[in-house]
């Protein structure tokens, strides 16, 4: 009766001592999980320069008076959306980054591919049940959005290593989270159309200024884009002529909108600034450092190239 009674409580023990084991790992695999997602939302503010162009839109779709309760909801959806497109491109990348851009989260070994991929699920999940909650439509444009990220970074496409196939993919996207801000809205009108065309024409300037300095990786890696295909000055020359493209475009289409004068005078300056900033990679086309940092410019451009649409909403 003894020796059954300590069997018993031996087994008791093991038991409890079990399971405080594996709430521990449990505890681990969250915090493992958790400090993951921050060092992927860290690692691609990138991700802002849609949610800004998203609420931009939304502002002119409802001429600066939002629902903020629909604002809510679609700004974190797109953030989320955006987020778990580039962890996805991520994960497909790990190899060029290796050799682009070793300090990466998913390249230099501090997230898992296990975690990375939990992060994907969750991003994309959640954003479109939220998206869903707006409207039916703008759920509809964020599964376009998905399944273009889809094409972008998965191997049997895999658009970003074809030309042209990137460069469409990556405009169609920037042009569809600027649609979806006038869906969202409930209103399409021909400024909408304009700044979804401007997000498109711009995230090709920062898409190819980011080729030119992967070129020594995508050439090792047999990637073919575009100043692979042409030649890095030729893509510079390109990349500077799409700003100041942008400026006659919106001069032109200036008086079918309803955005006041300023708009055409901060357009310029933007398109002058930009492509002066560019024009002077022609002498440092070799310099993957000097290109990086145009194209942080450039991202804050994008930022300057939103804000212009809004002031230009403003009765003056």
């Known amino acids: 009766m003894r020796s059954s009674f300590y069997e018993s409580a031996r087994s008791s023990v093991r038991l409890r001592g079990h399971g405080s084991t594996s709430k521990s790992s449990r505890r681990v695999s969250i915090s493992n999980f958790a400090e993951s997602f921050s060092r992927l939302v860290v690692s691609e503010t990138r991700v802002l320069i849609f949610v800004w162009a998203l609420f931009a839109a939304y502002l002119i779709a409802s001429d600066l008076h939002p629902n903020f ?31 682009n851009s ?117 050439t090792a890696l047999q990637v073919k884009s575009f100043p692979v295909v042409v030649g890095v000055k030729r893509t510079i020359v390109f990349v500077t002529a799409i700003p100041l493209s942008l400026s006659g475009l919106g001069v032109f289409l200036f008086r079918f909108t309803d955005l006041n004068a300023m708009f055409p005078l901060l357009l310029i300056a933007l398109s002058c600034y930009s492509s002066i900033t560019i024009t002077g990679l022609i002498s440092h086309d070799d310099d993957p450092g000097i290109c990086r940092k145009v194209k942080s410019r450039m991202r804050i451009m994008h930022f300057v190239l939103q804000l212009a649409f809004i002031i230009g909403l403003i009765p003056l």
């Open 69 to 99: 309760s629909t604002l809510a909801l679609l700004l974190p959806s797109g953030y989320l959306l955006t987020l778990g497109i580039y962890v996805l491109n991520d994960l497909m990348d790990v190899e060029e980054d290796t050799i």
């Open 102 to 218: 070793p300090s990466r989260p998913l390249a230099s070994g501090l997230v898992s591919r296990k975690d990375a991929t939990h992060v994907f699920l969750l991003c994309i999940g959640s954003s479109l049940i939220m998206s869903y909650i707006v409207s039916l439509a703008t759920f509809a444009l964020f599964a376009i959005s998905f399944f273009l990220g889809i094409s972008y970074s998965l191997p049997r496409v895999q658009a970003k290593k074809r030309f042209p196939h990137k460069l469409i993919v990556a405009a169609c996207g920037a042009a569809i989270a600027s649609l979806t801000g006038g869906v969202a809205a409930e209103n399409l009108n021909v400024t909408i159309f304009f700044a979804a065309i401007a997000f498109a024409l711009f995230a090709l300037v920062t898409l190819l200024l980011g080729d030119i300095a992967d070129m020594r990786g995508d």
